[in-house]
């Protein structure tokens, strides 16, 4: 299994950013898909998780102007980032828990940076 991220780039501080994430390889099913960031020198944090048919969890520093989404049938998922500030740079990370049919794992995308100018 293999997630690919994409999506990343620089934007003024109030601008807007849509990464995306598609999932490939032997897939059953997805139950969990989340988008994380990381700083350097900071551990990476989560920024927004949904489980399949769940309810979106959100960081407080991201609810309002974030919102996650999936798309079942193309294994993808999706990060809609709206009234960026500069605290919001970081290198994403999408992430997932894969059914490949004989376990769950956990897989990551390669992570995309995302710069937030003043």
């Known amino acids: 299994v293999q997630l690919q991220a994409s999506g990343g780039g620089l934007v003024q501080t109030g601008g807007s950013l849509r990464l995306s994430c598609v999932a490939s390889g032997s897939i059953s099913s997805i139950a969990v898909v989340g988008w994380f960031r990381q700083t350097p020198g900071k551990q990476r944090e989560a920024v927004a998780v949904?489980?399949?048919?769940?309810?979106?969890s959100y960081a407080d520093s991201v609810k309002g102007r974030f919102t996650i989404s999936r798309d079942n049938a193309k294994n993808a998922q999706y990060l809609q980032m709206n009234a960026l500030k500069p605290e919001d740079t970081a290198v994403y990370f999408c992430?997932?828990?894969?059914?490949?049919?004989?376990?769950?794992?956990?897989?990551w995308g390669q992570g995309t940076q995302v710069t937030v100018s003043s």
């Open positions: 949904v489980a399949s048919g769940g309810t979106p």
């Open positions: 992430g997932a828990d894969v059914d490949n049919g004989h376990y769950i794992g956990r897989y």
